[in-house]
């Protein structure tokens, strides 16, 4: 079975700053990576997705992440956040090449403060 | 299309009563999860369809628990005799048949029992 440990449950951090949401992953087999952006009172949207070829993945809203395969690591990247940013982040993985079910991460809550 | 659609978005119940929400997928995905989330923690799978056959359950998925997706378009996830330990939000959430496609979340139903 695959698991997923996001190492912050809090980030805070100033506007404009860089953030880094750390998440590391565990699986016995290849796998895909993903990560979801969760406002208040709302779904889960995606933010990214890694399925295969390049390790660094750009997503929507400036977000980027890095596969490590060697670290098992899945890190979120912005390189400047906005207060919109604000929301909880979860980290996800699920076997590679199956329609099985996402496991996610605990969560953590990012807070731009202006 | 507007998306995954559940309802209710609330519900408030006593132990003991019976609940069941519904979710109305995206028309064309053929595939349907639920998810349970309780605050502070990521969502954890419950159950999955494809189509109208249920092909995977959670083994938190308990007795009480029983889902169904019909004619494989919207689905219903019932609780028999709530707990207080039931209250979480319950999340639904649809794709389409290839892998590279992105799995779409509902704003989920928020259970409270009392």
């Known amino acids: 079975a695959q698991s997923v440990t996001q190492l912050d449950s809090q980030v805070p951090v100033f506007e404009e700053a860089p953030v880094e949401l750390r998440c590391n992953y565990s699986s016995s087999v290849s796998v895909y990576l993903f990560w979801y952006v969760q406002y208040p009172n709302q779904g889960l949207q995606l933010l990214l997705k890694y399925l295969s070829g390049s390790t660094l993945v750009k997503g929507i809203n400036g977000f980027e992440a890095e596969f490590n395969k060697s670290q098992t690591s899945f890190h979120l990247r912005k390189p400047s956040v906005h207060i919109s940013d604000t929301a909880e982040y979860f980290c996800?993985?699920?076997?590679?090449?199956?329609?099985?079910?996402?496991?996610f991460g605990s969560g953590t809550q990012l807070t731009v403060l202006p | 299309d507007t998306g995954v659609s559940q309802d209710p978005r609330h519900k408030i119940t006593k132990r003991g009563q019976n609940v069941t929400f519904r979710c109305d997928p995206i028309?064309?995905?053929?595939?349907l999860y639920w998810y349970r989330q309780t605050l502070g923690q990521g969502p954890e799978f419950l159950t999955y369809?494809?189509?109208?056959?249920?092909?995977?359950k959670s083994r938190l998925l308990s007795d009480r628990f029983s889902a169904e997706r019909p004619k494989g378009s919207f689905s219903t996830l019932e609780i028999q005799r709530t707990e207080q330990g039931d209250s979480a939000m319950y999340l639904c959430?649809?794709?389409?048949?290839?892998?590279?496609?992105?799995?779409?979340f509902g704003s989920g139903t928020q259970l409270s029992v009392l």
């Open positions: 369809f494809q189509n109208e056959a249920q092909l995977e």
């Open positions: 028309s064309e995905h053929n595939r």
């Open positions: 996800a993985v699920t076997i590679s090449g199956s329609a099985r079910q996402l496991t």
């Open positions: 959430a649809s794709i389409g048949t290839s892998l590279n496609e992105k799995l779409f």
